[in-house]
């Protein structure tokens, strides 16, 4: 652990010896398109360096392995939550919208994210851009800074947790062939049997009343995020 430097402290190009044929952004470049294509499995540091035109030691000039390599990656992709320059205009409650918004698109362009992106994150560039930005945001309201992070973390969470849902979703029509309307009617034999059994009044009463509404990916993240948001809005002290 004490030996292991951190790869945002080192230099990207070495003090001695010959310049780097390429740059760490043209790596990360690299690797988020194998991935997009084919998926994180497909990425390995010989497959990486032939996108590159590379010698496979090559690579290790930049990073030490391949879980660095995933460091660059998310980076780099982060940088698609943000703002643009000059994008900041508006409430608080519409620039988390936006936020959410760009942050699904991104999470869909390269879906190999969505399960990092839950889990623990290093402090990277556009990592901490996107805490600067999104802590800038609700500056002002008067929520504390635990407060401030905490709804930062559940914005997140909520926008994670929903794209892996529907990514989740797209995987099964891929290996099952079935889409989700296909796919409920093989449970109708069943769920008749559970219906008939008296057993689970409110589970029946699903059965008959929903699907009148928010029966879309993009219904239910509508009322999530708004819902989300209105908690926020709920708990900001009175000015």
């Given at each position: 652990?004490?030996?292991?430097?951190?790869?945002?402290?080192?230099?990207?190009?070495?003090?001695?010896?010959?310049?780097?044929?390429?740059?760490?952004?043209e790596?990360?470049?690299?690797?988020?398109?194998?991935?997009?294509?084919?998926?994180?499995?497909?990425?390995?540091?010989?497959?990486l360096?032939?996108?590159?035109?590379?010698?496979?030691?090559?690579?290790?000039?930049y990073?030490?392995?391949?879980?660095?390599?995933?460091e660059?990656?998310?980076?780099a992709?982060?940088?698609?939550?943000?703002?643009?320059?000059?994008?900041?205009?508006?409430d608080?409650?519409?620039?988390?919208?936006?936020?959410?918004?760009?942050s699904?698109?991104?999470?869909?362009?390269h879906?190999?994210?969505?399960?990092?992106?839950?889990?623990?994150?290093?402090?990277?560039?556009?990592?901490?851009?996107?805490?600067?930005?999104?802590?800038?945001?609700?500056?002002?309201l008067?929520l504390?800074?635990?407060?401030?992070?905490?709804?930062?973390?559940?914005?997140?969470?909520?926008?994670?947790?929903?794209?892996q849902?529907?990514?989740?979703?797209?995987e099964?029509?891929?290996?099952?062939?079935?889409?989700?309307?296909q796919?409920?009617?093989?449970?109708?034999?069943?769920?008749?049997?559970?219906?008939?059994?008296?057993?689970?009044?409110?589970?029946?009463?699903?059965?008959?009343?929903?699907?009148?509404?928010?029966?879309?990916?993009?219904?239910r993240?509508?009322?999530?995020?708004?819902?989300?948001?209105?908690?926020?809005?709920?708990?900001?002290?009175?000015?």
């Amino acid at each position: 652990m004490k030996d292991r430097e951190n790869l945002w402290l080192r230099p990207e190009q070495p003090a001695r010896g010959p310049r780097l044929s390429f740059s760490r952004a043209e790596l990360a470049g690299a690797a988020v398109a194998i991935a997009d294509a084919e998926g994180l499995e497909a990425l390995s540091m010989r497959r990486l360096a032939a996108e590159l035109d590379a010698r496979p030691m090559a690579i290790y000039s930049y990073v030490t392995g391949k879980d660095e390599v995933i460091e660059l990656m998310v980076d780099a992709v982060t940088a698609e939550y943000l703002a643009p320059a000059g994008g900041t205009a508006g409430d608080w409650r519409s620039q988390l919208r936006g936020l959410a918004e760009r942050s699904r698109t991104a999470l869909h362009r390269h879906p190999w994210l969505a399960p990092l992106a839950g889990g623990r994150q290093a402090a990277s560039p556009n990592r901490i851009r996107l805490v600067e930005q999104v802590l800038g945001i609700l500056d002002g309201l008067g929520l504390s800074m635990d407060e401030m992070l905490t709804v930062m973390v559940t914005l997140l969470s909520f926008i994670h947790g929903f794209v892996q849902t529907e990514l989740a979703d797209s995987e099964a029509l891929r290996r099952t062939g079935l889409d989700l309307k296909q796919w409920m009617t093989l449970q109708v034999p069943y769920i008749r049997t559970v219906i008939d059994s008296g057993d689970y009044p409110m589970f029946t009463r699903m059965t008959t009343e929903a699907g009148r509404s928010l029966t879309s990916f993009d219904e239910r993240w509508e009322y999530g995020l708004e819902r989300l948001l209105d908690s926020v809005q709920a708990n900001i002290p009175p000015q």
